[in-house]
């Protein structure tokens, strides 16, 4: 009997040698440049209400505090479409969600345990989501979200909306496994998702050099031949001209991207964490050379912005987050009720 002829292999799909284009800092307007400073000071003083509030029991089990990495939400996520992309981070969720333009009482509430809460109170300060924003978490498992932002993605390509995935992870994070699964789909299905790899340069309580061989981490990704850029995370122009880059780069149908933003975090991993692994003279050297909200204080100062505007703005943003506490102390908890709603009972 003659043998059958042997199939010939698929085509392999021609790779893209293709790089972007080495992102500009952002040209800002005044008015702009204000509206960043806004956003991040409404971040670092709600992110100090939660501090305070979790000290006097308020909050209860984790919290993870975004003070220092401010540039990076406000940045990337100004400019984003807000009708179409969606946006998925880690545990240290509360500044994206204030990026996004989210009412910081609901989340307070949220933070506090309320009924009010974005949530419903029911997920607290790792869980916090809103389809309505496109915010879709908020997720304790470390890297989980990674692979859920790449389903986001094919999503968007599926059905053709035109948006974008913004799926946020740490430094520790991109050591996970399910992360380079989620490369290699991404890249061969040419999915609309830029990853961006918040490098705080601490993993917990180690130092990225110590857990990781390739500590440049916008590099991890060249096995599966996406592209990747390291971007001044202590600068919001810097983070906004990188996300201009990365969108068209992905919205031209060339795949997935990589940003990795150098940051750094005040305060320890998490209110539990005293940060021993570190001096206070490099947290004070870091807040001293590279704070991204008196960066751009300067900057506004350059434009004429007066000292006396700056201040009216700050007194506004500690009455808006006096408020969100105030709001989140009185409102009432969940009704008991609440136990047996949002869960899933069906048979599949």
């Known amino acids: 009997m003659a043998k059958s002829p042997v199939r010939a292999a698929a085509e392999p799909p021609i790779p893209n040698r293709e790089r972007p284009a080495e992102p500009q800092p952002y040209q800002a307007s005044k008015d702009e440049l204000l509206d960043f400073y806004k956003h991040m000071l409404l971040i670092r003083r709600f992110e100090e209400k939660a501090g305070q509030l979790y000290g006097l029991g308020l909050i209860g089990g984790f919290c993870h505090l975004y003070i220092g990495q401010e540039a990076v939400a406000v940045g990337l996520q100004s400019a984003l479409n807000g009708d179409t992309d969606s946006v998925i981070t880690g545990y240290r969720d509360h500044g994206h969600m204030l990026a996004y333009g989210i009412d910081p009482k609901v989340i307070m509430a949220e933070l506090t345990g309320r009924a009010a809460g974005i949530s419903k109170g029911k997920g607290g300060s790792m869980h916090m989501f809103s389809t309505e ?6 997720h304790g498992i470390v890297g989980a979200q990674v692979s859920l932002g790449t389903g986001l993605a094919f999503k968007h390509k599926y059905s053709g909306d035109g948006g974008v995935c913004l799926a946020y992870f740490g430094d520790g994070a991109a050591n996970q496994g399910q992360v380079y699964e989620s490369f290699n789909m991404a890249q061969l299905w040419g999915l609309p998702i830029i990853y961006v790899i918040e490098n705080n340069q601490y993993a917990m309580g180690t130092s990225v050099n110590r857990a990781s061989s390739e500590d440049q981490l916008y590099k991890r990704g060249e096995s599966f031949r996406i592209p990747g850029i390291q971007v001044d995370g202590m600068d919001v122009l810097a983070c906004r001209g990188a996300a201009e880059e990365a969108l068209a780069w992905v919205r031209a149908g060339k795949g997935p991207i990589i940003l990795e933003m150098k940051t750094y975090r005040y305060r320890g991993h998490s209110m539990s964490d005293p940060a021993k692994y570190r001096s206070r003279e490099e947290v004070q050297s870091v807040r001293d050379k ?41 409102t009432p908890e969940p009704e008991m009720g609440e136990l047996y709603t949002d869960v899933l009972v069906e048979r599949y």
């Open 133 to 138: 924003h496109k915010f879709y978490g908020g």
């Open 290 to 330: 590279s704070d991204p909200i008196e960066h751009v204080k300067k900057l506004l100062n350059e434009q004429g912005v007066a000292e006396d505007e700056l201040k009216t703005v700050e007194q506004a943003i500690r009455k808006a987050v006096n408020e969100a506490a105030d709001f989140a102390e009185q």
